[in-house]
């Protein structure tokens, strides 16, 4: 039983959170995943009321599952016919699995499984790359970021739906014709490096932005070479497997980290830095803020100062609570709602930072909606803190 792997103690920490409809259709869900573990909870009303005559909520543990891997990502996704959401989950190197709620087991239960490892895919090498899932915000598709130099694209519609006989084949023995892969260096030859792969609103098409960095650099070398980040977005047609690229954009700052898509009706994506954060759409020109004084050696990049704000965005967190404003946790514990200004061309002007409160050192970050329609935010932590 223990030949080739024997866990000694349990995963105490959080490394990903979300919330979704993963155990009824009626109420929100809270699940959270450290490395081998899957917890998922609920909120409910304490018997403790506050002040003003509202009960306190706390979160009630519904399901906790071990799982037979190093959990990478996470992501879910409502199914064709299904009244609950599945959830997508990226195991090391290159896997794939999507689970499912058992009401009748009161478990979860494996629908698909998928897996990525040939040789063919690895280039002959052992890439360390984190295998990143992305779903599509209208449930299309969803695209799993393959050793850092494919993408593997799996859509949902009426007639790809996966089923459990479907389990536990690789990638190039396809018993049906809805998974391909799409690769990279095609699109462009400096394409590689990849930092983050995001889903867009508000297209037709599921259209996905790459963020990457073709040549890479660091802080010590900024005076010789520096804005090596760069994006391109790829709209994906699922009938015909074809991906133009539909808008790219370089000479970002070198120090970006992720990507976040704006909801609708606003649109396109903030990209946050290490010293800037950034607003980028198709339709209008990039707006960037500056958050020291780094950024007036280590870009040139068109950012504008921001009075009264002296933070840095490495190591944060971040989840939109609304579609103009997000809340972001920093590695120190500070806590800020950052609104996006908007004109009448719903275009981003500026941004607005307030400092809402302090926390503890946050690991994953997410907005949990209750039955009576309070937003709660939730912050997930290395010591399981909530």
């Not at 081998?36 to 909870?41: D, E, H, M, P």
């Not at 490096?193 to 900024?222: A, C, K, M, S």
């Not at 972001?328 to 908007?342: A, N, R």
Request: glycine fraction near 4%.
């Amino acid at each position: 039983m223990y030949a080739l792997l024997r866990q000694a103690h349990p995963p105490t920490g959080v490394e990903h959170c979300l919330s979704c409809k993963f155990i009824s259709a009626d109420e929100e869900s809270l699940v959270v995943a450290g490395a081998s573990f899957l917890s998922v909870y609920r909120l409910k009303s304490s018997d403790v009321a506050t002040p003003t005559s509202e009960r306190r909520k706390k979160l009630e543990l519904v399901v906790e599952h071990q799982l037979y891997g190093s959990l990478q990502s996470i992501q879910s996704v409502r199914l064709h016919h299904n009244s609950r959401d599945s959830l997508l989950l990226g195991f090391n190197k290159a896997k794939l699995s999507i689970i499912q709620f058992d009401p009748e087991t009161h478990d979860v239960k494996t629908v698909a499984l998928r897996y990525f490892e040939e040789d063919l895919y690895q280039d002959g090498t052992q890439p360390v790359c984190i295998p990143l899932v992305r779903v599509d915000p209208e449930g299309r598709c969803a695209a799993m970021l393959v050793y850092g130099s494919r993408l593997a694209i799996m859509p949902f519609g009426r007639d790809h739906v996966l089923e459990e006989h479907e389990a536990f084949t690789p990638a190039d023995q396809k018993p049906d014709s809805s998974f391909y892969v799409i690769e990279l260096h095609k699109l462009d030859g400096q394409l590689n490096n990849v930092i983050d792969i995001q889903f867009l609103h508000g297209y037709y098409e599921p259209t996905l932005l790459i963020l990457y960095e073709p040549i890479q650099t660091w802080p010590g070398r900024v005076a010789a070479r520096q804005d090596t980040s760069a994006m391109v977005t790829i709209s994906l047609n699922l009938v015909n497997q074809v991906h133009p690229v539909i808008w790219t954009l370089s000479h970002l700052p070198f120090d970006c980290l992720q990507a976040m898509p704006v909801p609708k009706p606003i649109g396109g994506v903030v990209v946050l830095a290490t010293n800037s954060l950034l607003y980028l759409n198709q339709s209008v020109p990039p707006y960037g803020m500056s958050l020291n004084s780094i950024t007036e050696t280590s870009t040139s990049f068109s950012l504008k100062p921001q009075p009264n704000v002296c933070i840095s965005l490495d190591c944060a967190r971040a989840a939109f609570l609304s579609n103009d404003r997000l809340v972001l946790s920093l590695k120190g514990g500070e806590i800020y709602v950052v609104t996006l200004i908007v004109d009448s061309m719903r275009s981003v002007r500026s941004f607005n930072f307030d400092k809402a409160a302090g926390s503890v050192i946050t690991t994953a970050v997410c907005c949990l909606e209750s039955p009576l329609g309070r937003l709660h935010v939730l912050y997930a932590c290395v010591l399981l803190s909530f």
